[in-house]
């Protein structure tokens, strides 16, 4: 391999000698689960100060060698994004705002000290890996390819600076959905021991270390029964944050959407694009801090009539009951709400190819 920064970068294909059969694919594809099964190709692009992003790559998928020294085994130096790849009726495969993607990509980047990839390298990079995978792309409803970008420090060095060496990599994932319950309501646990990201720290990007403080409450969740774990704001713990793996929006009886605003969440791209199909049909969309006794007491009063999760993995996601010590509200046997499932079928509409772009927000990606 020569190292040459060229841009746009250009990719080697190296065709999988061990892809699976058409029939191990299919069975695969007709039941996905999430994040569980993988395609034949990955991508790999590597970084390093002096050369820059070279070495563009197309690859059968298989493990990554690191040195027990790479930093981000030690440091937790590393960045990720999801996003999904969408099958339209004509055989066509579309992402859904990979430009948003990118940009996160790169504000990610900057938080954690690693190199930015510039926007064309990132939908080529995509772009790349469904030209190998393709056939992996589901057609089933509500089903998707998952595909998962990252970037991990790789230099060898147990000095703690920012890595001189980096690889960026993706792999693809068919995708159901993320929760076995399907999109019926979910519960909620309310963390009020932990917190996900504190002022000043990394919980804008989308780094491991975020994930892995999750962890330890998401395991709560679970033996409390609940789906996901819900974070409140770390300096005086009374401001909703978002949940361990997607935003949270509180919908009013007058059709207003209210959604926590924090430099310590993560920006959805599934929560933007929401809150825009909200304000196209005239709803009020309100982006600001949110006390929990908001929702405490806005759904006892009925002022409060549905709250629903978002994010790519999650969509659009109905909640039914929050708990917490000392906390229950709603009902766990909650009907899904009309507004809720009304913006997940025209987002999910879109994404799919069934309603008009009018935002343009899809991207082609099997030419
Ligand atoms: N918040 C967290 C912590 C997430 O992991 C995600 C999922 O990516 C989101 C929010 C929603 O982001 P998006 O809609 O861009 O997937
Ligand atoms: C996503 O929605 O892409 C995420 O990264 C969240 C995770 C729950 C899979």
New binding site residues.
Partial sequence: MTIATTFPLSFDVTPSTAQRATAERDAILADPGFGKHFTDHMVSITWTIDGGWHDAEVLPYGPLSLDPAASVLHYAQEIFE??KAYRHADGSIWSFRPE??SR?LRRSATRLALPHLAEEDFVESLRQLIAADGSWVPSAPETSLYLRPFMIATESFLGVRAAQKVGYHVIASPAGAYFASGVTPVSIWLSTNYS?AGKGGTGAA?TGG??ASSLLPQQEAADHGCAQVLFLDSVEGVYLE??????VVLVYKDGTLVTPESDS????????SILQLAEDRGHKVERRRVRLDEWVDGVASGDITEVFA????AVVTPIGRLIGEGIDVGSADATAGELTMSLREELTGMQYGRVPDRHGWMTRLDR
């Fill in positions: 999801g996003l948003a993607n996160r996900r989308k975020n994930y978002e949940l361990g793996g997607m935003n969440i993560l920006e959805g791209i599934t929560r933007d978002c994010g790519t993995a």
